[in-house]
């Protein structure tokens, strides 16, 4: 029996990535919680990982909504442009 293909949602991009602290940032276009799983995808960049906590001004937050920007941490190099799916 073949696996149903994942469903994959925008949620929204990259406007920026801290080298230094290994974090991404996202503007979001839908809601994302802590706890979704998402893919982060562009030219060079393929990540799923699950979004284990998020900020919005240094305050941890348990989800945003469109038109917010969180900072998350990521597990690898994101840049700037690169799509952010949650994956369901």
């Keep these: 029996m073949e696996e149903a293909p994942v469903e994959k949602k925008p949620v929204?991009?990259?406007?920026h990535?801290?080298?230094n602290i290994g974090v991404g940032v996202i503007e979001l276009s839908d809601?994302?919680?802590v706890g979704d799983q998402?893919?982060?995808?562009?030219a060079?960049?393929?990540i799923q990982?699950?979004?284990d906590s998020m900020e919005i001004e240094h305050e941890n937050v348990q989800s945003a909504g469109a038109g917010q920007s969180i900072g998350m941490k990521v597990k690898d190099r994101v840049?700037?442009?690169?799509?952010?799916y949650k994956l369901g």
Aim: charged share 25%; glycine share 12%.
């Design 12 to 15: 929204g991009k990259i406007s």
């Design 38 to 42: 998402v893919s982060i995808e562009g």
């Design 17 to 19: 990535y801290f080298t």
């Design 44 to 46: 060079t960049t393929n």
């Design 49 to 51: 990982q699950t979004v």
């Design 31 to 33: 809601e994302l919680k």
């Design 79 to 84: 840049r700037e442009g690169d799509l952010v």
